[in-house]
């Protein structure tokens, strides 16, 4: 099982970024995928979640300025940001919903300079 995220790095405060979650060898169907995210010293929390047939929902902070998609096809999920700010600044991880145990990737940092 791999979950591989992918897609993150500097970008100065009004840049955009775009995440990508590849997810293979999961021996279930997935249903959801969501992106989350942690800042140092902070909890996880959620930032975006697209359900198996494509109802989204964002949290308040990430409405207005991310877009979350997926492609079924390719088991793959991405995370349009922009207008990014120095508060985006954080650890972004993928979650594979399953009818089992979900599955989450390692992370990509997201840095967002002022």
């Known amino acids: 099982v791999q979950v591989v995220e992918s897609g993150g790095g500097l970008v100065q405060a009004g840049g955009s970024l775009r995440l990508s979650c590849a997810a293979s060898g999961i021996p279930f169907s997935i249903n959801a995928m969501g992106w989350y995210r942690q800042a140092p010293g902070k909890q996880r929390e959620l930032v975006a979640r697209i359900s198996g047939g494509g109802y989204t929902t964002y949290t308040v902070s990430a409405k207005g300025r991310f877009t979350i998609s997926r492609d079924n096809a390719k088991h793959t999920m991405y995370l349009q940001m922009n207008s990014l700010k120095p508060e985006d600044t954080a650890v972004y991880y993928c979650?594979?919903?399953?009818?089992?145990?979900?599955?989450w990737g390692q992370g990509t940092q997201v840095t967002v300079s002022s």
């Open positions: 979650k594979v919903e399953v009818l089992g145990p979900d599955y």
